[in-house]
């Protein structure tokens, strides 16, 4: 138990490091297809930025994706830190 408490503690620590980020990259993405849409809506004859688009949309998509498996993580992760506890009451 002593092995794995610093162990469960640092993964838990980079989860929510890396869930942070993967928020804030999310938030960027939005802010850029809204400012796209913005862009496509103001202009008489835009660009071909279609391509763009789609692949924000589908970076986003993979960050969700990468959101709830991160916070599947955390969750077992979480449970594994209070197993440890539990263990070291006794």
């Keep these: 138990m002593s092995l794995l408490g610093p162990v469960v503690q640092e993964m838990d620590f ?3 490091s890396v869930r942070k980020s993967q928020s804030e990259l999310e938030k960027e993405i939005e802010r850029l297809m809204a400012e796209l849409q913005l862009f496509l809506a103001s202009s008489a004859s835009p660009p071909e930025v279609e391509p763009a688009v789609q692949k924000l949309i ?3 998509r993979q960050i969700m994706a ?3 498996t991160l916070k599947n993580v955390q969750e ?4 594994m830190h209070h ?3 539990k263990q070291q009451k006794k």
């Design 83 to 85: 197993q440890i506890e």
């Design 58 to 60: 589908k970076a986003r």
């Design 76 to 79: 077992r992760v979480d449970r």
């Design 14 to 16: 980079n989860i929510v």
């Design 66 to 68: 990468a959101n709830s």
